[in-house]
């Protein structure tokens, strides 16, 4: 049975943390999906899981990949950014990385 894989994630980017003009709020973290350029097309992806994968140096459960996950809350803005909260905040130096947004739990 080798059929072909399936990817169950669209890429997005981590641009940053919500903030105002003198304040950082780390704990809500600014998202911009791949393929959504507008608030209309974000309601799909509220309370999906983020994953942020990195590489670590030491080896823990046989692996030097670890993942922080958390879930989209809502929209940020008009051009299809999103809100996401991670169980511990991102690190600073995870600005502009890559996150796998996963197509589940589903709505539909």
């Known amino acids: 049975m080798a059929g072909e894989r399936v990817r169950l ?4 980017q981590f641009l940053g943390y919500k903030r105002s003009k003198a ?7 600014l998202l911009k999906v791949e393929g959504v ?3 209309e097309e974000t309601p799909f992806y509220l309370g999906k ?3 942020y994968v990195y590489k670590a140096k030491t080896e823990k459960k046989g692996s030097k990949y670890r993942v922080i996950w958390g879930k989209v809350t809502r929209a940020h803005g008009s051009v299809g950014t999103l809100r996401a909260k991670f169980q511990k905040n991102l690190p600073p ?5 890559k996150v796998r947004v996963m197509l589940y739990p589903s709505r539909v």
């Open 23 to 29: 304040n950082q709020y780390n704990h809500t973290a």
């Open 9 to 12: 994630y669209v890429t997005g």
């Open 49 to 51: 899981r983020v994953a």
């Open 93 to 97: 130096a995870a600005i502009g990385s």
């Open 37 to 39: 350029n507008s608030k």
